[in-house]
């Protein structure tokens, strides 16, 4: 581990805000440069980089939740009303109601969890229908959830830090050294490195639980053009594979539940795709989950 020299860290900073603008930074890579952005403080540009960085992640993806928390960490540390309250103001819509909450939660807990609260009394004598807000349906969940934190917001005096008292960022870098060149692969050095044994299953199920409500049209339609694809590549690594999709829906809607048996054929699969769509309600249609695409698989050998 080595230490930057203070002209090495200035071009260390320029550099990063550079990748973030070519869209080079990715899961975990967006770290250091958050880093940077929370000891500068909250200046115009990093203000519109936490919502650009905001913008670009997903709470389903294991590789940004580090990022969420981090956005969550700067914002307890700026207190910046503006960014606080777009957040809360970006509940009331699906796609980004999780990552808002995820990343609030970060500057307190004072809120009961959306799919953790407690179901809304329904009578005068204070008798619930359900157990849980969820299962009054995600319509309804989140806009009780949105209502919660404007009420809290509207009772907070925020105080926003001035740029520069953040602190000086203390993050190091790794310098690697330069890779060498393989001459000889059949050098005893590098063959260890770069034979690998032919990966070959016996039987392989590749299941897809999917979410068909109107709004993963895109997921749907990702399937649709690429699940044959999927098969071809399974039966390279596999004798027997064969894929299985299970669609569902709110309660309410045309269906729970349907799917896809398990299938080896490419031509029975190609067929029975056409299946796979989402039905745009009457109503808006959310997602009662918030497990929106699973993969999963198994084998026997």
């Not at 000891?39 to 940004?64: E, H, V, W, Y």
């Not at 807990?109 to 008798?127: F, Q, V, W």
């Not at 229908?129 to 995600?138: F, I, K, Q, S, Y």
Request: glycine share 8%; hydrophobic share 40%.
């Amino acid at each position: 581990m080595i230490r930057l020299t203070m002209a090495q860290r200035g071009q260390w900073v320029r550099a990063a805000f550079d990748l973030h603008d070519k869209e080079a930074l990715r899961g975990d890579k967006r770290l250091g440069l958050l880093g940077i952005m929370d000891a500068q403080g909250p200046t115009p540009r990093n203000k519109q980089l936490f919502r650009q960085i905001f913008n670009n992640t997903n709470s389903m993806d294991s590789s940004d939740i580090r990022t969420l928390w981090k956005l969550g960490d700067i914002l307890n540390r700026w207190q910046s009303p503006d960014l606080i309250k777009g957040l809360i103001k970006g509940m009331r819509k699906l796609n980004h109601a999780y990552r808002s909450e995820l990343v609030l939660r970060r500057v307190t807990t004072e809120i009961p969890l959306s799919y953790r609260a407690p179901a809304l009394p329904k009578n005068k004598r204070g008798d619930a229908r359900h157990t849980w807000l969820r299962d009054e349906g995600a319509v309804i969940m989140w806009q009780v959830t949105w209502r919660r934190w404007s009420d809290w917001f509207k009772e907070q005096e925020f105080q926003e830090i001035d740029p520069g008292e953040g602190g000086r960022y203390e993050g190091t870098s790794i310098l690697m050294p330069a890779g060498e060149k393989i001459l000889d692969t059949g050098d005893a050095k590098w063959r260890k490195d770069l034979e690998l044994r032919t990966f070959r299953l016996g039987q392989l199920d590749v299941g897809f639980v999917v979410d068909s409500t109107a709004s993963m049209g895109r997921v749907i339609r990702w399937i649709q053009k690429d699940v044959i694809k999927m098969m071809r590549g399974f039966e390279l690594i596999s004798h027997e594979p064969r894929i299985g999709v299970i669609l569902y829906r709110d309660k309410g809607d045309a269906y729970i539940v349907k799917g896809i048996h398990l299938t080896g054929s490419a031509r029975k699969l190609a067929r029975r795709r056409k299946r796979l769509r989402t039905d745009w309600c009457f109503e808006k249609c959310w997602s009662l989950s918030w497990v929106w695409i699973i993969g999963i698989a198994w084998s026997r050998s």
